[in-house]
């Protein structure tokens, strides 16, 4: 298990940024692939966007493509996602996860072993 503690959500209008960050406390963080979910009143959680151990490799959902960047620095054991042209569907309960997946970055939640408390992001319309 990896704690991981989320921060930087907030409301926002709608074509606003923000950045959310995922800090883990565990000296093993640059072993685990990262990734953010969210999960929307009365939906399913839903993957958002995953990044390899190393940094090199992302991967993204459709729905956030060209909109999202998902980024990590392992010396200071955080993830983070920035978020722009922010719109009123983007808004949830955002979570970050820690997996073990050493291949291309996972995106099925059944992946990920440790889960954040999550962040609500609001964006107005």
């Known amino acids: 298990q990896v704690p991981l503690v989320e921060s930087g959500g907030g409301l926002v209008q709608a074509g606003g940024s923000l950045r959310l960050s995922c800090a883990a406390s565990?000296?093993?963080?640059?072993?685990?692939?990262m990734g953010w979910f969210r999960q929307a009143p009365g939906k399913e959680r839903e993957f958002v966007a995953s990044?390899?151990?190393?940094?090199?490799?992302?991967t993204y959902a459709d729905s956030v493509k060209g909109r999202f960047t998902i980024s990590r620095d392992n010396a200071k054991n955080t993830v983070y996602l920035q978020m722009n042209s922010l719109k009123p569907e983007d808004t949830a309960v955002y979570y970050c996860?820690?997996?073990?997946?050493?291949?291309?970055?996972?995106?099925?939640?059944?992946?990920?072993?440790?889960w954040g408390q999550g962040t609500q992001v609001t964006v107005s319309s």
């Open positions: 565990v000296r093993t963080f640059s072993t685990y692939a």
């Open positions: 996860a820690a997996s073990p997946d050493w291949g291309p970055p996972p995106a099925e939640p059944s992946d990920f072993h440790s």
């Open positions: 990044i390899s151990w190393s940094g090199g490799t992302t």
